[in-house]
Protein backbone atom coordinates (compact mmCIF):
# COMPACT_ATOMS: atom_id res chain seq x y z
CA UNK A 1 0.00 0.00 0.00
CA UNK A 2 0.96 3.68 -1.15
CA UNK A 3 0.57 6.29 1.36
CA UNK A 4 0.22 9.70 -0.04
CA UNK A 5 0.09 12.62 2.05
CA UNK A 6 -0.44 16.58 0.40
CA UNK A 7 0.96 19.39 2.37
CA UNK A 8 1.45 23.30 1.20
CA UNK A 9 -1.86 24.23 0.91
CA UNK A 10 -2.97 27.84 2.44
CA UNK A 11 -4.55 30.86 1.58
CA UNK A 12 -3.05 33.62 -0.87
CA UNK A 13 -4.28 36.68 -2.92
CA UNK A 14 -4.68 36.23 -6.91
CA UNK A 15 -1.57 36.44 -8.42
CA UNK A 16 0.17 34.95 -5.50
CA UNK A 17 2.56 31.47 -5.14
CA UNK A 18 2.26 28.23 -3.19
CA UNK A 19 3.98 25.43 -3.63
CA UNK A 20 2.14 21.95 -2.83
CA UNK A 21 3.88 19.03 -1.90
CA UNK A 22 3.26 15.37 -1.78
CA UNK A 23 4.95 12.28 0.13
CA UNK A 24 4.74 8.90 -0.85
CA UNK A 25 5.07 6.08 1.78
CA UNK A 26 7.07 4.28 -0.83
CA UNK A 27 6.63 3.61 -4.63
CA UNK A 28 5.68 0.23 -5.74
CA UNK A 29 6.87 0.49 -9.38
CA UNK A 30 9.84 0.96 -11.32
CA UNK A 31 7.90 3.33 -13.51
CA UNK A 32 5.28 5.81 -11.98
CA UNK A 33 2.92 8.31 -13.08
CA UNK A 34 2.41 10.95 -10.32
CA UNK A 35 -0.41 13.54 -10.85
CA UNK A 36 -1.76 16.18 -9.07
CA UNK A 37 -5.85 16.57 -9.45
CA UNK A 38 -8.08 19.66 -7.99
CA UNK A 39 -12.01 19.53 -7.09
CA UNK A 40 -13.76 22.35 -6.37
CA UNK A 41 -17.15 22.69 -4.57
CA UNK A 42 -19.42 21.19 -6.64
CA UNK A 43 -17.30 20.55 -9.78
CA UNK A 44 -16.27 17.24 -10.97
CA UNK A 45 -12.22 16.34 -9.53
CA UNK A 46 -10.15 17.46 -12.44
CA UNK A 47 -6.67 16.59 -13.68
CA UNK A 48 -4.04 19.39 -13.53
CA UNK A 49 -0.81 18.02 -14.18
CA UNK A 50 1.15 14.87 -14.33
CA UNK A 51 4.89 13.58 -14.39
CA UNK A 52 6.44 10.61 -15.53
CA UNK A 53 9.09 8.81 -13.66
CA UNK A 54 11.77 10.32 -16.90
CA UNK A 55 10.17 13.66 -15.65
CA UNK A 56 7.95 14.19 -18.76
CA UNK A 57 5.14 16.60 -17.98
CA UNK A 58 1.73 17.07 -19.30
CA UNK A 59 -0.46 20.05 -17.96
CA UNK A 60 -4.46 20.70 -18.47
CA UNK A 61 -3.90 23.80 -20.53
CA UNK A 62 -5.89 26.21 -17.96
CA UNK A 63 -2.17 25.74 -15.87
CA UNK A 64 0.45 26.01 -18.67
CA UNK A 65 2.88 28.63 -17.93
CA UNK A 66 1.45 29.16 -14.58
CA UNK A 67 1.90 25.62 -12.89
CA UNK A 68 4.99 23.68 -12.80
CA UNK A 69 4.97 19.55 -11.83
CA UNK A 70 8.16 18.08 -10.46
CA UNK A 71 9.28 15.04 -8.54
CA UNK A 72 12.02 13.82 -7.14
CA UNK A 73 12.27 10.25 -7.34
CA UNK A 74 15.07 9.61 -4.58
CA UNK A 75 12.95 11.18 -1.95
CA UNK A 76 9.75 9.66 -3.62
CA UNK A 77 8.45 13.23 -3.10
CA UNK A 78 5.89 15.21 -5.99
CA UNK A 79 5.59 18.96 -6.29
CA UNK A 80 3.51 21.56 -7.69
CA UNK A 81 4.88 24.77 -7.90
CA UNK A 82 1.92 27.27 -8.43
CA UNK A 83 2.48 31.00 -9.85
CA UNK A 84 0.33 33.42 -11.22
CA UNK A 85 -2.72 31.91 -9.19
CA UNK A 86 -6.44 32.86 -9.64
CA UNK A 87 -9.79 33.03 -7.99
CA UNK A 88 -10.74 29.85 -10.35
CA UNK A 89 -7.86 28.02 -9.09
CA UNK A 90 -8.93 27.55 -5.63
CA UNK A 91 -9.97 23.96 -4.78
CA UNK A 92 -8.98 20.67 -2.77
CA UNK A 93 -5.78 19.70 -4.24
CA UNK A 94 -4.87 16.14 -4.27
CA UNK A 95 -1.73 13.71 -5.71
CA UNK A 96 -2.14 10.62 -7.01
CA UNK A 97 -0.51 7.68 -8.02
CA UNK A 98 -0.48 4.61 -10.45
CA UNK A 99 2.45 2.38 -11.88
CA UNK A 100 2.84 2.93 -15.72
CA UNK A 101 2.80 5.92 -17.90
CA UNK A 102 1.03 8.85 -17.57
CA UNK A 103 -1.20 9.46 -20.44
CA UNK A 104 -1.79 12.81 -21.84
CA UNK A 105 -4.30 14.42 -19.58
CA UNK A 106 -4.64 12.93 -15.72
CA UNK A 107 -7.74 10.89 -16.12
CA UNK A 108 -9.00 10.24 -12.08
CA UNK A 109 -9.86 6.17 -12.79
CA UNK A 110 -6.33 5.96 -14.10
CA UNK A 111 -4.85 6.33 -10.38
CA UNK A 112 -5.28 3.92 -7.80
CA UNK A 113 -3.21 5.80 -4.93
CA UNK A 114 -4.47 9.13 -3.31
CA UNK A 115 -3.53 11.65 -0.71
CA UNK A 116 -6.51 12.94 1.46
CA UNK A 117 -6.20 16.65 -0.70
CA UNK A 118 -4.94 20.10 0.49
CA UNK A 119 -6.83 23.23 0.05
CA UNK A 120 -5.78 26.15 -1.97
CA UNK A 121 -7.87 29.35 -1.42
CA UNK A 122 -7.33 32.35 -3.18
CA UNK A 123 -8.97 35.34 -3.08
CA UNK A 124 -9.25 38.11 -5.50
Known amino acids: QVHLVESGGGSVQAGGSLRLSCAAS????????MAWFRQAPGKEREGVAS???????NYVDSVKGRFTISRDNGKNILYLQMNSLKPEDAAMYFC??????????????????WGQGTQVTVTS
Open 26 to 33: KILYSSVC
Open 96 to 113: AAEGGSCGFTPIERDFGF
Open 51 to 57: VYTDGST
